[in-house]
């Protein structure tokens, strides 16, 4: 199976690109777009790492509201939920019974818990939007709400950032601090010869 060009980092997406590589799922793609720029939303490329590949998500400033997975078929949205929204959904009787089992049965991993919702039918996009519509909310209450300003000309592409240095992977190697005071020193002091210590009485 060829691998697909979503998961090639230098791989620049477009909508010309992109609706050639979903095939059947463009439609579905477009609509939920659309939905989303209703609610001034809009798609930002982001390379997710190479199992995902790139894929859009959407964003108010620095803070992630959704994404869209490109590369499952049928397409699946992705809400990420931290404790702070989580407390405000608990509580949201807006959110449509889907959307609130959904949110449910997701547990959480790590911190946040990662909604994934399939966007195979109108009904499973509804429960997504709904997903969407209680964190815009949520996050309306802690003051952070999309800006009222026209779309992007086209799609924006997050650059991946710098390539990581070759080595092997894990924590970043921890320094030592220095210690607040000197060590005692213990043993005789390296520039005083032993035969000097002796001759002063010390030894």
């Known amino acids: ?18 609706s050639q590589i979903l095939g059947n799922r463009w439609p579905r793609y477009q609509e939920t777009v659309a939905e989303l720029g209703k609610r001034k939303l809009y798609p930002e490329m982001y390379w ?17 509201v959704c994404g869209i997975y490109l590369a499952q078929n049928p397409l699946m949205g992705l809400v990420g ?4 929204v989580g407390g405000y959904l608990d509580k949201d009787m807006d959110l449509s019974p889907r959307a609130r089992n959904l949110y449910e049965m997701t547990p959480k991993k790590g911190p946040l818990r990662w909604i994934e919702a399939q966007l195979a039918t109108r009904g499973d996009l509804e429960a997504f939007l709904s ?50 005071e000197p060590p005692l020193q213990i ?10 210590i002796l001759t002063a009485g010390r030894g």
């Open 1 to 18: 199976m060829a691998k697909s060009p979503l998961k090639d980092k230098d791989f620049i997406p477009d909508d010309e690109s992109l």
């Open 131 to 180: 997903l969407v519509d209680g964190k815009l909310r949520a996050l309306a209450k802690e003051g952070v709400k999309p800006k009222d300003e026209p779309p992007p000309a086209r799609i924006r592409r997050k650059e991946p950032g710098p390539p990581k240095e070759p080595g092997k992977p894990g924590r970043k190697p921890v320094k030592s601090a220095e210690p607040k």
């Open 48 to 64: 997710y790492g190479p199992s995902s590949g790139w894929a859009p998500r959407f964003c108010i400033g620095e803070v992630t």
């Open 187 to 196: 043993g005789p002091p390296k520039h005083y010869p032993i035969k000097e």
């Open 81 to 84: 939920v931290g404790d702070k």
